[in-house]
């Protein structure tokens, strides 16, 4: 066990050692592993900011249905319940006459013209009926309803879908949809290159150091412990990319919070996206370490069984 023990330490020094040696190869492979980790991370955040948009438009949404004065009590209590009976609906609230005008009076509390307006004639606000859909994108069902000719006649006008609300939600969908599809490309793309470029960078170090392998191998050293190192190297590249990612992202929130005083860029809200990341950030650095850990552990891997094969075969 001890000497289990004891190879497995020079190893883990070799690596690093290794990592020292090969700076400059180590840079180019980190560089653009630092990229790919970084896509990822920012990746996740803007897309739970998104999601985060558009709960928050989501929850102010609603179906408004407006009713004739000459509806009675027993009629609009049995349409609340065919409503509330509707698959798509989450929630119904009755607001009497009196209610909405209270509500268009505080709403309006600083605008005298329109409360002078009102109060010349009688409450000439609609009873109206509050419908919380489940699935903005499922409206179909509740609007068939609520468009049938015994329920239409009951409406004093037609129902507000609040389509701006609706618009905009559809428009961060569009772009969470798109940021999405973007990243996992570009995902790919760059952890596919930082695959390759460690592969190389692994391959040039088995070249350079291909005379002391063979002495190693010629001496009896196990494959695991020849190959160890250059996992090991792989390795550190990944955990150095991680934290770096990490840096990069932290930096651009407090650049874009701090000095540029924002609080969102286009759709993305920056204030939740950074405390998201604060929440988070263990989560996250794990993730990266482990992302990074496995491009490069995988690369050198491959690199390794390939080349130091051939190389300490003689």
Do not use: C
């Not at 928050?56 to 027993?74: M, N, P």
Request: glycine content about 4%; proline content about 2%.
């Amino acid at each position: 066990m001890n000497r289990k023990l004891i190879t497995f330490s020079r190893v883990i020094k070799t690596g690093m050692i290794n990592f020292v040696r090969n700076a400059w190869l180590a840079i180019a492979a980190m560089a653009v592993m630092i990229v790919t980790l970084t896509i990822v991370l920012f990746s996740i955040v803007a897309s739970a900011t998104f999601n985060h948009t558009i709960d928050q438009i989501t929850s102010k949404i609603d179906i408004s249905v407006f009713l004739k004065d000459s509806v009675t009590q027993e009629q609009t209590t049995k349409l609340i319940d065919d409503i509330k009976a509707l698959s798509n609906v989450k929630g119904v609230t009755y607001l009497s006459k009196e209610q909405v005008l209270a509500a268009y009076l505080k709403a309006n509390a600083q605008n005298p013209d329109l409360l002078s307006a009102v109060s010349q004639t009688s409450n000439p606000l609609p009873a109206t009926i509050r419908i919380k859909p489940r699935d903005l994108n499922k409206l179909g069902s509740i609007k068939s309803y609520l468009s049938q000719k015994s329920i239409a006649a009951m409406q004093s006008d037609q129902p507000s879908y609040s389509g701006d609300r609706k618009q905009a939600i559809d428009r961060i969908t569009h772009a969470t949809n798109i940021m999405q599809r973007a990243g996992i490309v570009a995902v790919a793309l760059f952890a596919f290159i930082s695959v390759l470029i460690i592969f190389n960078t692994i391959q040039m170090a088995i070249f350079n150091r291909r005379d002391e392998l063979t002495i190693m191998r010629l001496l009896g050293a196990s494959t695991w412990y020849i190959r160890g190192p250059f996992v090991v190297e792989s390795i550190i590249y990944g955990i150095v990319s991680a934290l770096v990612s990490i840096l990069l992202i932290h930096a651009m929130f407090v650049a874009a919070g701090s000095t540029l005083q924002a609080t969102s860029l286009g759709l993305l809200d920056i204030q939740y996206s950074s405390e998201y990341f604060s929440e988070k950030l263990w989560m996250l650095l794990l993730m990266q370490l482990g992302v990074g850990i496995l491009i490069g552990a995988v690369s050198s891997t491959v690199a390794t069984r390939r080349y130091l094969k051939f190389k300490t075969s003689k």
